[in-house]
Structure formats: C-alpha cells, structure tokens
C-alpha cells in the first residue's frame, strides 16, 4: 500500500480516493444548491473520476451522497421547467396584447 504524506498525517491513497470522492460530491451539492451548473459539471467530472478510482466499499458509501445531488439537480430542472413556462405565458400574453392594439414595433429607447 502506498502513502501519501500531507503535513505530518500519512493517508493511504484508499483514503485519498474516499476523500476525493467525497469532496467533489459536496463542491456539486454546494454549486447545485447556488445554481452554478457550470461548477456541477466541473465537479461531476472530477467525481466521475474518483468514482473510476475507489474500490466498491468507496462506492457504496457514495451512494447516499450522489443520492442527494440526484435531488437537488431534480430540483434545480423543476424550477428551470417552472421558468420557463412561466416565461412562455408571459411572451404569449406580450404578443397577444401587441397583436390586439395592432402594434407591429415597441421602440424601446427612451
């Protein structure tokens, strides 16, 4: 087994796979929660890549943690399906009130 030193704690590398592996779970639950889809990603690959890495055990023990990403991400679609029809009503009711004053241009200069 090889270790790797940080400061003056010798850690296996199963735990330093465990802890990577936990760490970019939670920089995803923390972006995800903040609405950052770009760090998502970054994070999801950098978990990706520690999931590649840990042993079965590791895995199993992620799972609770990648079960709670699952849902906030769930979250996150809801509230982007939300918006956007919400939007959709609006642009909807925009061109219908346009349509019945017969405008066909709104200068939007002061």
């Given at each position: 087994?090889?270790l790797?030193f940080?400061?003056e704690?010798?850690l296996?590398?199963?735990a330093l796979?465990e802890s990577?592996?936990?760490?970019?779970?939670?920089?995803?639950?923390?972006?995800?929660?903040?609405?950052?889809l770009?760090?998502v990603?970054?994070?999801?690959?950098d978990?990706?890549?520690?999931?590649?890495?840990?042993?079965?055990l590791e895995?199993?023990?992620?799972l609770q943690?990648?079960?709670?990403?699952?849902?906030?991400?769930?979250?996150?679609?809801?509230?982007?399906?939300a918006?956007t029809?919400?939007?959709?009503?609006?642009?909807?009711?925009?061109?219908?009130?346009?349509?019945n004053?017969?405008a066909?241009?709104?200068?939007?200069?002061?």
């Amino acid at each position: 087994m090889q270790l790797s030193f940080i400061g003056e704690t010798a850690l296996s590398e199963a735990a330093l796979s465990e802890s990577a592996l936990s760490e970019s779970t939670q920089r995803a639950i923390a972006a995800a929660g903040k609405g950052d889809l770009d760090a998502v990603g970054r994070a999801l690959a950098d978990r990706e890549a520690a999931m590649a890495a840990a042993s079965p055990l590791e895995r199993a023990r992620a799972l609770q943690d990648g079960e709670t990403l699952g849902r906030v991400l769930a979250e996150i679609k809801r509230n982007i399906v939300a918006e956007t029809s919400r939007l959709e009503q609006l642009r909807s009711t925009f061109a219908n009130s346009a349509r019945n004053r017969g405008a066909t241009s709104i200068n939007l200069q002061a």
